[in-house]
């Protein structure tokens, strides 16, 4: 954790390398920011059809830490925001979820 999905349209979805910078910036914020290691950062996009609402949707689900306060997830949201709408030109809405690691059971 954290893992990054990003929800967009399949007609809307960006060519091949507009995907890939904004993998690096997804990646970049989650070890600088949230202080995740590399090889705990996932990062996927769904292509959807979209029914309402913003056009992109991005969810990340995150381990709860003592470092990861309101205000560092406040700075985190903010630079996903600004990645996203520079590199693909659409506005999400981004919703973070906490989970304590205790809640989480997971394999590989």
Known sequence: MPNVTIFI?????PPDEALADLTEQCTELCT??????LVNVHVTYVAVRHGRGHLVFAEI????????????????????DD????IIDLT???????YAASSIHARN
């Open 61 to 80: 689900q995150y381990r709860l830490e003592p470092f990861r306060t309101p205000a560092v997830m406040d700075r985190f949201t903010e630079g996903l």
């Open 83 to 86: 990645a996203i709408r520079r």
């Open 9 to 13: 349209p399949a007609d809307r979805m």
């Open 92 to 98: 999400a809405r981004i919703r973070c979820f906490g």
């Open 32 to 37: 600088g920011i949230l202080r995740a290691a």
